[in-house]
């Protein structure tokens, strides 16, 4: 059964590095999402991608954030700048045409120390 | 704005017995879906039940079966003949549509389940 996949599992970076966190969605899905946990807390809706561009953003999603998807199969988060606390987990998620359903990965756990 | 409220931080369940989570939610929209997410220690977001909401039958998953009052914007799981690995984190989450055929989650806090042997 196809799934979406993360890498890296675990990604430890120093405050003020850039990291780039790498999804591959499900081959045939169309819509793109970053969501993040930080730790002890609830799931949060960061961006969703359709047709090559951001089709919502939430207000954590700033500035510091872009999302990419630079050739047919991987889908990428970057931040530019990381901050103590952007330490949290990251899910990708993807979805395909005329479903609600979304598939996530089993997510990047960001340490920024 | 949406929120979904899960109101039990922790709970727990002695084996072989049944439990329920409530989850309470506010919204004005008439088209929107809603889940239970298991995550184990892993973190990983497993799937365990969804809803539509324009379906007035409850969705039942083997073990796992919710209330759903839309009237009351209710949607509370029960999981029936508890297992240890049931043991875990529990969300619950609404999903509506945003744009362009996009939809977006909202969670709740999570109630964190312990079953007991």
């Known amino acids: 059964e196809p799934e979406v996949t993360q890498t890296p599992s675990h990604q430890v970076t120093q405050m003020g590095q850039e990291v780039i966190l790498r999804c591959v969605p499900i081959s045939n899905h169309l819509y793109f999402y970053w969501y993040r946990q930080i730790l002890g807390q609830k799931v949060e809706f960061l961006v969703s991608?359709?047709?090559?561009?951001?089709?919502?953003k939430s207000e954590i999603f700033d500035d510091q954030f872009s999302v990419e998807r630079p050739d047919g199969s991987n889908f990428t988060l970057k931040i530019r700048s990381t901050k103590l606390e952007d330490s949290a987990m990251y899910f990708c998620a993807s979805g395909k045409l005329a479903s609600y359903e979304q598939y996530f990965g089993p997510g990047t756990r960001l340490t920024v120390t | 704005a949406q929120t979904v409220t899960q109101s039990q931080p922790e709970m727990s369940v002695q084996e072989a017995e049944t439990v329920t989570l409530s989850c309470t939610y506010d919204t004005s929209e008439n088209n929107y879906y809603l889940f239970w997410y298991k995550q184990p220690p892993s973190r990983q977001m497993i799937l365990v039940i969804r809803?539509?909401?324009?379906?007035?039958q409850n969705a039942t998953e083997n073990r796992f079966s919710v209330n759903f009052q839309k009237a009351a914007k209710s949607f509370s799981l029960k999981i029936s003949d508890s297992q240890l690995g049931d043991t875990a984190m529990y969300f619950c989450?609404?999903?509506?549509?945003?744009?362009?055929?996009?939809?977006?989650?909202?969670f709740g806090t999570g109630t964190r389940l312990k079953v007991l042997a």
């Open positions: 991608f359709y047709n090559n561009e951001i089709s919502e």
């Open positions: 989450a609404f999903m509506k549509p945003i744009t362009s055929g996009t939809y977006k989650y909202i």
């Open positions: 809803q539509e909401a324009y379906k007035q």
